[in-house]
């Protein structure tokens, strides 16, 4: 495929619509506009990766690395992998053109009903029916589809196996990823999945269904124009109507890295940088003085997420990617993930959780026997330095990764013109006690150590980490409760507009706008919302548009097995 992004010297001084960010809900703005006939402009702070491209090897992988603290920064600014190391709680993030779908692991599941019978969401949300529209939209493009063979994996055999300790078997996973080479729905040829287990590094082989592979081709193909290393610092209302994003060039042109050097006008912006960037952009543009709601940066959830690792279980379980071209020949790993144990509590929804056996990529190979094998096992470091970490003790290590429910009681704050999350007692959530015991039951089962964070001796220390960062400008009914209303439109809080009030033409779409946390990985929910605020917004503006396929058959025709949604057992 062709790159999609053009020179940022080729941006034009106004568009009908700004999207800033191109994660699932900037992916889904920018095709869903440009099919309006809307002139759309893309601004991504990352950069653009071909399938091939992803860092396959530590010292590339290294080159991709960007760290953030309260007073470190590291690395480059466009770098794929975007940590940031938090007093409370560090977050794990995407930065690159299709944000994090360019490393998640591809699991797409819808939350509980319950979710959404939490009065924090807007009745809307539930009541209109097009949220289900969203999901069906979502589920047409991202193709959720069951791995045939996920129950062959040793490490789905492993997590079954130890189920028993959890009293739930093990169910396959639904992922975002192609088992069949296909042409998807955007016209975009995708060879299937081989099973290399480094989908979490980048897939290299381009069967996983991306943002990248879908929703940002899809837009390119209908006139949207798409501009990378270009990080939106602010925005204001434009003179004479529409708005303003100023952001600063990351392409080593002149006045590079100057905040908010360059600008460009849009009649609509739409906010898609994720629960961290739109949420930033939102609090730099309120200390200019856009009149927001005070919830701005509240309601911070980290979706009961976690990583974690049994090290040592009696049988291998070939959880180590090999990648593309593979780094060793005939070993039965995987996509990132194949199975999961749900636990779902009919009584109390926050106790609900979903525990998944997941893969490293192959990237990190190398820095695994230092990671997990401690002095007294050097014995088991040589044997595994030297038969390669692919057999040796590292052949069963097990990673885990878990969801469920927390408070939403973070808050994103911004400190010297960078962005913090402060969180006291995360730690302390019940949540992860909750985690602990379900993942040292099963690694324990498996005759393995439950190892909740091999870097606890870093800079990383005991605070918990998530990769699903959600809320900042969570929804609600009026700005009172909320930053954005159900059709993801940003309040207006000015002394007199009415508690409702919205700002025309400023939306936020994206992980940042859901009010509390899922319970489940959020790409199918953020697509799905994406999608129904784009109904809403053509429905609003008199504008039409269609998801139709750009190949010979229907997308639904081209796609899988549609969406699992987690069920309340008695
Ligand atoms: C390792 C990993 C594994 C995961 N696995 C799963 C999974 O299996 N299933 C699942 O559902 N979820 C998973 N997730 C989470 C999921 O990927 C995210 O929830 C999702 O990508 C969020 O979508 P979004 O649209 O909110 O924003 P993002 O996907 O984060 O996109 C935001 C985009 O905006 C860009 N941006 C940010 N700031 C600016 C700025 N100032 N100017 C311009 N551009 C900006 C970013 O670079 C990024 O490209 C995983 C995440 C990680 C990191
Ligand atoms: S397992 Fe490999 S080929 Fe399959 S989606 Fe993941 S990275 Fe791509």
């Not at 069951?146 to 300790?165: G, I």
């Not at 080479?181 to 040829?189: E, F, L, M």
């Not at 287990?197 to 069967?207: F, K, P, V, W």
């Not at 009584?347 to 695994?368: C, F, R």
């Amino acid at each position: 495929m062709a790159r999609l992004a053009r020179p940022l010297d080729r941006l034009k001084p106004h568009y009908d619509v700004v999207v800033v960010g191109s994660g699932y809900g900037g992916g889904v703005a920018a095709s869903r506009l440009a099919r309006t006939g809307k002139r759309v402009a893309v601004l991504e702070r990352g950069r653009e990766f071909l399938t091939g491209e992803f860092p396959s090897r530590l010292p590339e992988l290294r080159g991709q690395m960007q760290l953030t603290g309260r007073r470190l920064r590291l690395g480059s600014p466009t770098g794929l992998y975007d940590v940031r190391f938090g007093e409370d709680m560090h977050v794990l993030i995407g930065c690159g053109l299709g944000g994090g779908s360019l490393i998640n692991a591809g699991v797409a599941l819808r939350p509980d009903d319950r979710v959404f019978r939490d009065a924090r969401w807007p009745q809307e949300v539930v009541q209109d029916g097009w949220l289900e529209e969203g999901y069906a939209r979502a589920a047409r493009w991202l193709r959720p589809a069951f791995d045939p063979t996920a129950v062959e994996r040793r490490k789905y055999q492993a997590l079954d196996r130890a189920s028993a300790a959890l009293g739930r078997p093990a169910v396959r996973a639904p992922l975002a990823v192609g088992f069949e080479a296909t042409i998807n729905p955007a016209g975009v040829a995708q060879p299937a999945c081989t099973r290399c287990g480094d989908c979490c590094g980048g897939c290299n082989i381009g069967a996983k269904n991306t943002v990248a592979l879908t929703y940002l081709p899809d837009a390119v193909r209908h006139g949207a124009e798409i501009f990378t290393h270009a990080r939106a610092s602010h925005l204001a209302r434009a003179r004479g109507g529409g708005w303003r994003v100023y952001f600063d060039r990351q392409d080593g042109a002149a006045g590079d890295g100057r905040p908010g050097a360059a600008s460009v006008a849009g009649d609509i912006v739409v906010l898609a940088a994720g629960t961290l960037g739109s949420t930033e952009i939102l609090l730099r543009s309120r200390q200019r003085g856009l009149s927001v709601s005070e919830r701005l940066g509240r309601s911070f959830s980290a979706n009961g997420d976690i990583i974690a690792f049994g090290y040592g279980a009696r049988l291998p379980v070939n959880a180590i990617g090999v990648g593309h071209p593979a780094k060793v020949e005939g070993l039965d790993v995987g996509a990132c993930v194949s199975g999961q144990i749900e636990m779902v509590d009919a009584h109390d929804l926050a106790k609900s959780l979903t525990i998944q056996e997941g893969v490293l990529p192959s990237a990190l190979a190398p820095l695994l026997p230092a990671l997990f094998i401690p002095n007294g096992r050097l014995m088991g470091a040589l044997r595994s330095l030297i038969a390669g970490v692919y057999k040796g003790p590292l052949a069963s290590l097990q990673t885990f990764f878990a969801v469920s429910h927390d408070s939403a009681s973070g808050r994103l704050v911004l400190e010297d013109d960078r962005l913090l999350l402060s969180w006291p007692g995360a730690k302390d959530e019940p949540v992860y006690a909750r985690l602990d015991a379900a993942l040292e039951a099963l690694v324990g089962h498996a005759g393995g150590s439950y190892v909740k964070n091999p870097l606890a001796g870093t800079m990383m220390g005991q605070q918990p980490a998530t990769a699903h960062p959600l809320g900042g400008c969570g929804m609600g009914r009026e700005r009172a409760c909320g930053v954005v209303d159900h059709k993801c439109r940003v309040f207006d809080a000015s002394p007199n507009a009415g508690a409702a009030a919205v700002h025309d033409g400023l939306y936020v779409i994206d992980g940042a706008v859901m009010p509390r946390s899922l319970g489940v990985n959020p790409l199918l929910t953020i697509t799905a919302l994406a999608e129904r605020a784009m109904l809403h917004l053509a429905a609003d503006l008199g504008l039409s548009f269609d998801d139709a396929a750009r190949h010979d058959g229907s997308p639904t025709s081209a796609t899988a097995p549609g969406v699992e949604r987690a069920q309340a057992t008695p």
